[in-house]
Every structure is written in C-alpha cells, then in structure tokens.
C-alpha cells in the first residue's frame, strides 16, 4: 500500500522505477494476493522459508497440487479444514497442525460456514508460485 498527497501521486512511476532498481520484488508483487478461494498475505520471506496468512472462504477449495520443491507447515487458526495429504483425507480445528512433504500430492477446503484462517510455513530452495503442479481445480486453472 502506498499513501502519498493527491498532488504527487503522478510519482508513483518513481517509486515502482526505484523499488525495481533496488530488487525489491514489492514492484511486481502485492503482499495480499486474491484467488477464487479467497486470498493470501505473505507476512515474511527470506532465504529458504516464506509464512503466509491463508484464508479460505466457506466452500473454497484449493487445487489437487503438489510442489517439488518446498514443503508446507499448516497451522488452523479459525474454522475447519478438510486436507487431503497423499491418500489420506482428514479434518483439523483451531490450534492443530499437519505438514505437508515436498511432492505430495494435497489439497486444502473449507467445509465449513465461516472463514477458514491458517498460517503456512513454507520451506526449500525455491518458494515461487510457479513450482504448483495441479491435478483438479475446481475453477478451471489447469493447463494441459
């Protein structure tokens, strides 16, 4: 989020020209991100690890997917989620955990009526949003 005085908003090239030549990756990525099942805040990265804040709508669903290279720490904050973890389908509440090993096929819902809240924890050696591959989707993101 930028605030700045309606008599310099025409600066805000500026601030992207000089954040892009900083590296900083804040020109081309907002820290809250909306998708079909709600939205994510990254609230911190650095080498080898990124935590989100997820939340997922009531009957929002992520994709069938998996990474190949980082593995995901799941923490329910508020609701209930249903994960589906290799062969294995289960529900977590508030204060329970699961993690999720690189190339493991999983997916997150939300079953219930409210927001579902959680935080994950991401570890590897490369965390982009590229490294999804995806199995179902239930909003028609899959590419063949």
Same mark, same amino acid.
């Given at each position: 989020?930028?605030?700045?005085?309606?008599?310099?908003?025409?600066?805000?090239?500026?601030?992207?020209?000089?954040?892009?030549?900083?590296?900083?990756?804040?020109?081309?990525?907002?820290?809250?991100v909306a998708r079909p099942w709600g939205a994510y805040t990254t609230?911190?990265?650095?080498?080898?690890?990124?935590?989100?804040?997820?939340?997922?709508?009531?009957?929002?669903?992520?994709?069938?997917?998996?990474? /190949? *290279?980082?593995?995901?720490?799941? %923490?329910?904050?508020?609701?209930?989620?249903? $994960?589906?973890? @290799? !062969?294995?389908?289960? #529900?977590?509440?508030?204060?329970?955990?699961?993690?999720?090993?690189?190339?493991?096929? /999983? *997916?997150?819902?939300?079953?219930? %009526?409210?927001?579902?809240?959680?935080?994950? $924890?991401?570890? @590897? !050696?490369?965390?982009? #949003?590229?490294?999804?591959?995806?199995?179902?989707?239930?909003?028609?993101?899959?590419?063949?």
């Amino acid at each position: 989020m930028l605030v700045a005085h309606r008599d310099h908003l025409q600066r805000v090239k500026e601030v992207v020209g000089e954040l892009k030549a900083r590296g900083h990756e804040a020109y081309k990525l907002h820290r809250t991100v909306a998708r079909p099942w709600g939205a994510y805040t990254t609230l911190e990265e650095g080498p080898g690890f990124k935590i989100k804040r997820i939340e997922v709508r009531p009957s929002g669903s992520l994709s069938l997917q998996l990474h /190949h *290279r980082r593995s995901e720490h799941w %923490v329910v904050v508020h609701g209930r989620a249903r $994960v589906t973890r @290799g !062969d294995e389908v289960f #529900e977590l509440d508030a204060n329970q955990s699961t993690y999720i090993p690189v190339e493991t096929r /999983h *997916r997150l819902e939300n079953p219930g %009526v409210e927001p579902l809240v959680l935080i994950e $924890v991401q570890c @590897g !050696d490369y965390l982009g #949003e590229d490294d999804i591959v995806r199995f179902d989707d239930k909003y028609g993101r899959i590419t063949t």
